[in-house]
C-alpha cells in the first residue's frame, strides 16, 4: 500500500511539473537546464572525490573547467541584453508603453505592407488553426496573433 500511495504521489508531481513546464518561457527554461547541469557536475565530482576517485574529478575540473571560466566571463564582459559592444542582437524597439506597431502586426501575420482586411483575416485564421492553444499551440503566440490583428484592423 505504501509503495502504491508512493506512486501516486511521485506521479502527481511529473504530472505537475508538466503542466509547469508548458507555462514557461524558453529562456526560463533554458536557465532550469543550465543550474541542472551544474548542479550535475557538482554531484559527479563529489561523487567521484568521495569515493576515492579523485583523480577523475581532478582531469574533468581541468578539461572543462578553463571553458566554463572563459564562457562566464564572456557572457559577464558583454552586459544587458543589446548594450553597446555586445554581441547580441538587440531587441526591436515597441511603440509606445510597449504595444505592438503596424510593422511588428504585418511580420506576425507574414503580411506585406498595404495589405488589405481580406488578407489580414485569411492570414489570421490560417495562423490560429496552428497556434490556438485548443490545437496544442502556445496562449503566448496567440494572442500575439490577435494582437497583431486588432492593430491591423484598428
Known amino acids: 500500500m505504501f509503495w ?7 506521479l502527481a508531481c511529473l504530472l505537475l ?7 514557461a518561457s524558453v529562456e526560463s527554461i533554458r536557465a532550469l537546464l543550465k543550474w541542472a547541469a551544474a548542479l550535475g557536475g557538482i554531484v559527479l565530482t563529489l561523487g567521484l572525490l568521495l569515493s576515492g576517485r579523485g583523480l577523475p574529478a581532478l582531469v574533468g575540473l581541468a578539461v572543462a573547467g578553463p571553458a566554463l571560466w572563459q564562457r562566464w566571463r564572456e557572457s559577464q564582459a558583454s552586459g544587458p541584453r543589446g548594450a553597446p559592444g555586445s554581441d547580441r ?5 515597441r511603440g509606445a508603453g510597449g504595444a505592438m506597431t503596424p510593422a511588428e502586426a504585418l511580420e506576425v501575420l507574414g503580411l506585406k505592407p498595404g495589405a488589405d482586411a481580406a488578407e489580414i483575416h ?3 485564421r490560417r495562423l490560429m488553426r496552428l497556434a490556438h492553444p485548443d490545437a496544442g499551440g502556445s496562449d503566448w503566440l496567440a494572442s500575439r496573433i490577435n494582437q497583431a490583428r486588432d492593430v491591423l484592423l484598428g
Open 4 to 10: 502504491l500511495l508512493l506512486g501516486t504521489a511521485i
Open 17 to 23: 511539473g508538466l503542466r509547469a513546464f508548458e507555462r
Open 89 to 93: 542582437p538587440r531587441p526591436k524597439q
Open 122 to 124: 485569411a492570414a489570421h
